[in-house]
């Protein structure tokens, strides 16, 4: 990994990241120190600014044809200086802000500004069965899933149609939480009942998923412009289905696995994007790929006071951000599907081949 050069800077002068702002007090105060102050410092290095903002700080004028203003708390600001990052946060106490957010981000890309990953990359990195559809052919196995809506008629379990071939023990998890919330285990198709009966009270949509067994270790591969540039190993706390941190997780920054290496080709060509990562899970002899994060938290390594490595994969996503603000304002600066560009259009990317059995 080579740090970035702090005086290399291009006409992109601000960051927005659009975030809803329902975090509690002392939520706040943990991100802020975690990452959200880290952010603000790697972006002044590079020239920039970097600013977090709750999607109604955002007003746009379209009165006069062809020609949209936006305001970003008041300000005005302009495809040429500002670039948004505008990844979907689906949290419970963050569900009323989904159709916003979304909404928003679709205008921001209409109205001509540069999104590091479109609303549709967030769509597909929110989901994570839309994601392993998108990347079944993968060549790191996805792992086999079925997603199960929840609602009034949960009783009915009208979803194990779909169970009839699943392995138990199996997790069973929010598709569109984050870091680690939500996960549990079930040991049969009770448990998926009374999880699922659970899950009713929130509207929350389940993945289940065969158990990989104890002592599984999750990768996270930090892909910057489409190369594997850092990954952090999460081993869970014995007893913990979850490596998460949150869930009491152990985290350590070694070189990239080989295997997951070559395999960053493929995300790479699917997602022609400055910066996302990948979560890989090893079983202990083989890899499987779990899931796609487009703004995939970038954490510290806590044994480094200075957190040299968080600082360097942060620059260097920043950069690769600028980077391709740069090449998109030379190519035209008209909103355009990154899947075009990958031979591969979103409209089709969701195709399947009949008679294939993904387990």
């Known amino acids: 990994m080579n740090p970035t050069p702090a005086n290399d800077t291009g006409p992109l002068r601000r960051m927005c990241w659009i975030f809803p702002d329902r975090e509690s007090t002392r939520m706040t105060a943990t991100w802020q120190h975690f990452f959200w102050e880290l952010y603000a410092e790697a972006a002044a290095e590079l020239g ?7 999607p109604e700080a955002v007003t746009v004028d379209a009165t006069v044809r062809g020609r ?7 300000e005005l600001v302009t495809p040429q200086d500002t670039l948004f990052i505008t990844a979907l946060y689906s949290l419970p106490y963050q569900s009323m802000d989904v159709f916003n ?3 928003l981000y679709a205008v921001l890309e209409q109205a001509g500004f ?5 609303p549709q990359v967030s769509l597909l990195g929110n989901d994570k069965l839309a994601t392993l559809l998108y990347l079944e052919d993968s060549p790191v196995r996805p792992i086999p899933s079925v997603r199960i809506g929840t609602g009034r008629d949960i009783s009915k379990h009208q979803y194990e149609v779909a169970l009839g071939g699943m392995t138990y023990p ?3 998890k929010p598709s569109g939480w984050c870091g680690g919330g939500g996960i549990n285990l079930a040991r049969g198709p009770e448990d998926v009942r009374g999880l699922a009966s659970l899950a009713q009270g929130g509207d929350t949509t389940l993945v289940v998923q065969p158990y990989l067994g104890d002592g599984t270790v999750d990768y996270r591969v930090y892909v910057v412009d489409g190369e594997p540039y850092a990954v952090m190993k999460r081993t869970p706390e014995p007893g913990s289905p979850v490596a998460n941190a949150s869930r009491g997780g152990s985290m350590e920054f070694p070189p990239v696995p080989p295997e997951l290496a070559a395999a960053t080709a493929y995300f790479a060509e699917r ?8 979560d890989f899970l090893f079983d202990g002899e083989r890899y499987w790929f779990s899931e796609l994060e487009p703004d995939g938290v970038i954490a510290p390594d806590f044994d480094d006071p200075h957190r040299t490595l968080q600082r360097d994969v942060t620059r260097a996503r920043f950069t690769a951000y600028r980077d391709g603000h740069a090449k998109w304002l030379a190519d035209g600066a008209r909103p355009a599907d990154p899947f075009a560009a990958a031979g591969r259009p979103y409209t089709s990317a969701l195709a399947t081949t009949p008679g294939t059995d993904p387990r």
């Open 101 to 103: 957010q979304y909404a």
């Open 114 to 118: 540069y999104l590091p990953f479109p």
């Open 48 to 54: 920039m600014s970097w600013t977090r903002h709750a």
């Open 68 to 74: 949209p203003r936006v305001y970003v708390d008041e």
């Open 170 to 172: 199996a997790i069973v």
């Open 271 to 278: 997602l022609p994007i400055p910066f996302f990562c990948v």
